[in-house]
T-cell receptor, first 112, second 111 residues
Framework: GEDVEQSLFLSVREGDSSVINCTYT??????LYWYKQEPGAGLQLLTY?????DMKQDQRLTVLLNKKDKHLSLRIADTQTGDSAIYFC????????????FGAGTRLFVKA | DGGITQSPKYLFRKEGQNVTLSCEQN?????MYWYRQDPGQGLRLIYY???????QKGDIAEGYSVSREKKESFPLTVTSAQKNPTAFYLC??????????FGPGTRLTVL
């Protein structure tokens, strides 16, 4: 079946690294995405990785993909209080290009 | 500026009323989506449309209806048949095999 799982909460101190993990079940994923949602707002695309890649780095963000274990992670270096938000993992399935499966979201708390 | 807009930002409904949430995009995207978000439950797909004049039910379509008469617009009606409509509603659009772009959301509250 199609499922994306994430832990619900993560708390870190300002300046530390945050690692948000995600597991997925469908091996037909084409792209995997990370979105950020601030309170009362829509989802903002943070970064993505194509399914044939292992790693992607974009400034403070590093995405790691382990296809064998169907595990995706998002590392935020030097976490700031402005990074406090809900982070959603999502995968686009190779079923005609339109079906996206979202995880339940991980709420990141950054303590000053 | 290209983007996706939703209105209103806040909406209040009395029990038994139908209400319509607006979603407009100027990104020239073929596909549009409506999601419902409840605390701690992530996003649940209500309806989606891949092309004008065509739409499909998502996972929780009961009590909702949509139309797609124009490429730019995908309004969602929350009918009186939806027994627990209080939630945050998100609209999104995408082109094929690409990421979804989200609007700012509408918070619906039943009085």
């Amino acid at each position: 079946g199609e499922d994306v799982e994430q832990s619900l909460f993560l708390s870190v101190r300002e300046g530390d690294s945050s690692v948000i993990n995600c597991t997925y079940t469908d091996s037909s994923s084409t792209y995997l995405y990370w979105y950020k949602q601030e309170p009362g707002a829509g989802l903002q695309l943070l970064t993505y990785i194509f399914s044939n890649m292992d790693m992607k780095q974009d400034q403070r963000l590093t995405v790691l993909l382990n296809k064998k274990d169907k595990h995706l992670s998002l590392r935020i270096a030097d976490t700031q209080t402005g990074d406090s938000a809900i982070y959603f993992c999502a995968e686009i399935l190779d079923t005609g290009g339109f079906k996206t499966i979202f995880g339940a979201g991980t709420r990141l708390f950054v303590k000053a | 500026d290209g983007g996706i807009t939703q209105s209103p930002k806040y909406l209040f409904r009395k029990e038994g009323q139908n209400v319509t949430l607006s979603c407009e995009q100027n990104l020239n995207h073929d596909a549009m989506y409506w999601y419902r978000q409840d605390p701690g439950q992530g996003l649940r797909l209500i309806y989606y449309s891949q092309i004008v004049n065509d739409f499909q039910k998502g996972d929780i379509a009961e009590g909702y209806s949509v139309s797609r008469e124009k490429k730019e617009s995908f309004p969602l009606t929350v009918t009186s048949a939806q027994k627990n409509p209080t939630a945050f509603y998100l609209c999104a659009s995408s082109s094929s095999y690409n990421e979804q772009f989200f609007g700012p959301g509408t918070r619906l509250t039943v009085l």
